[in-house]
T-cell receptor, first 112, second 116 residues
Framework: AQSVTQLGSHVSVSEGALVLLRCNYS??????LFWYVQYPNQGLQLLLK??????LVKGINGFEAEFKKSETSFHLTKPSAHMSDAAEYFC??????????FGTGTRLTIIP | EAQVTQNPRYLITVTGKKLTVTCSQN?????MSWYRQDPGLGLRQIYY???????DKGDVPEGYKVSRKEKRNFPLILESPSPNQTSLYFC???????????????FGPGTRLTVL
């Protein structure tokens, strides 16, 4: 079955430290992959998306993600966390149909 | 300003009282969708619409109805709400005319519904 898994429902990092949020998917076809961010009391907005042009995708606010087909992963990283990065992050995958399947989300807390 | 709007933003109602949550987009997008967000479950798709007069079920359609009579509007209807429909609801739109799930989706601000 096609699915999306985000490891870690809560992640805490110190300000200035590396941010790593994990996303794995299961699919037999190349998917379209997305990361969305949800700030408190707001809707979701797109951080970045992979559409097969390049395996390393750069997004807004210094985030990037690397598509690794062999590992079926699309982990999100940022070299240096900022207080404003505190939010909930969702990995989403399209498996070649009309729907977008979301992971369960990872809440990122930044420690001053 | 390009946006997706939802109304109301907050709603408290009682079991069985019909309600409608409106969604409107001003980006001339073909694809629209409704999601519900619950703690620990992420976002789950309720219904989607590829274009006017074409709608289809998502993963959790039970207890919901939608209609797409105009391109810009996609209301979500709860004919007889129950407490298990207490949730945060998001409407989204996308420019894609074919594979709606492959294009960026633009989300509304959300509607927090409580059913007593």
């Amino acid at each position: 079955a096609q699915s999306v898994t985000q490891l870690g429902s809560h992640v805490s990092v110190s300000e200035g430290a590396l941010v790593l949020l994990r996303c794995n998917y299961s699919s037999s076809v190349p998917p379209y992959l997305f990361w969305y961010v949800q700030y408190p009391n707001q809707g979701l907005q797109l951080l970045l998306k992979y559409t097969s042009a390049a395996t390393l995708v750069k997004g807004i606010n210094g985030f990037e993600a690397e598509f690794k087909k062999s590992e079926t992963s699309f982990h999100l990283t940022k070299p240096s966390a900022h207080m404003s990065d505190a939010a909930e992050y969702f990995c989403a995958v399209n498996f070649g149909n009309e729907k977008l399947t979301f992971g369960t989300g990872t809440r990122l807390t930044i420690i001053p | 300003e390009a946006q997706v709007t939802q109304n109301p933003r907050y709603l408290i109602t009682v079991t069985g009282k019909k309600l409608t949550v409106t969604c409107s987009q001003n980006m001339n997008h073909e694809y629209m969708s409704w999601y519900r967000q619950d703690p620990g479950l992420g976002l789950r798709q309720i219904y989607y619409s590829m274009n006017v007069e074409v709608t289809d079920k998502g993963d959790v359609p039970e207890g919901y109805k939608v209609s797409r009579k105009e391109k810009r509007n996609f209301p979500l209807i709860l004919e007889s709400p129950s407490p298990n429909q207490t949730s945060l609801y998001f409407c989204a739109s996308s420019p894609s005319t074919q594979m709606g799930g492959t294009d960026t989706q633009y989300f509304g601000p959300g509607t927090r519904l409580t059913v007593l």
